[in-house]
């Protein structure tokens, strides 16, 4: 097996895949994304200095550049299951491929004369939802209760004041509130609770 990103390929004993993964989930607990992270270290062998120089100037080329597939691949050049798809390649990649980090350890016992150890980072992150709907609240909250409204008005001869009732029925205000997160399309509002003539529908 060998590493592979975009078209470079690495040569088989000289570099190591590690992968990660992490899962985003909504607020009431279902996936929601996967941030994929590929781990790619290793030790460039060459016969010299001046061909380790020459190699690690093409690895660096290689990831010069975001936006590559990369994985593992099998001897016959069929993909691994440790595979990171572009997002040319998968729609459901966000981010597409991104080079986060490249580290060239300090150099120690000669490296450089016929090696040179190195470590690349890449990530993406994929919409891993499994359903269109990522996250959903609603709600009602009521103004008022539709009892009679009452006003204390002052008795003169009684020196004192009295209540007295100045509307029968009062009108109840109900707001219908929430919030929807769509995966890949808008959610569409639900209709309301109480449609018109109830709806004020100047106010939705």
């Known amino acids: ?19 990660s993964a992490e899962y985003a ?7 929601t994304f996967q941030f994929l992270t590929f781990r790619i270290y290793g030790e460039i062998v060459e016969s010299g200095q001046y061909a380790v120089d020459t190699r690690l100037q093409q690895i660096m080329t290689a990831f010069s550049q975001d936006g590559q597939s990369c994985g593992l691949i099998h001897d016959d050049g069929s993909k691994t299951w440790h595979w990171m798809p572009s ?3 998968n729609s459901a990649n966000l981010t597409d491929v991104q080079v986060i980090s490249q580290k ?5 016992n000669g490296e450089f004369v ?3 150890v190195f470590e690349i980072v890449v990530s993406a992150m994929f919409l891993d939802a499994t359903s269109g709907l990522l996250d959903y609240r609603d709600s009602l909250t009521r103004h008022g209760n539709a009892g009679p409204e009452w ?7 009684l020196g004192m004041w009295l209540p007295e009732m100045e509307l029968p029925n009062t009108l109840q205000h109900i707001t219908h509130s929430g919030s929807a997160i769509g995966s890949v399309t808008w959610p569409i509002p639900p209709a309301p609770f109480y449609p018109q003539p109830f709806e004020n529908g100047t106010a939705r």
Do not use: C, N
């Open 25 to 31: 989930r909504s607020s009431r607990g279902f996936k």
């Open 104 to 108: 060239l350890p300090v150099t120690k």
């Open 114 to 116: 016929s090696g040179r």
């Open 151 to 157: 006003k204390w008005k002052r008795e003169p001869l």
């Open 1 to 19: 097996m060998f590493v592979r990103y975009g078209s470079f390929d690495f040569h088989p004993w000289e570099a190591a895949l590690e992968v």
């Open 87 to 89: 997002t040319a390649e």
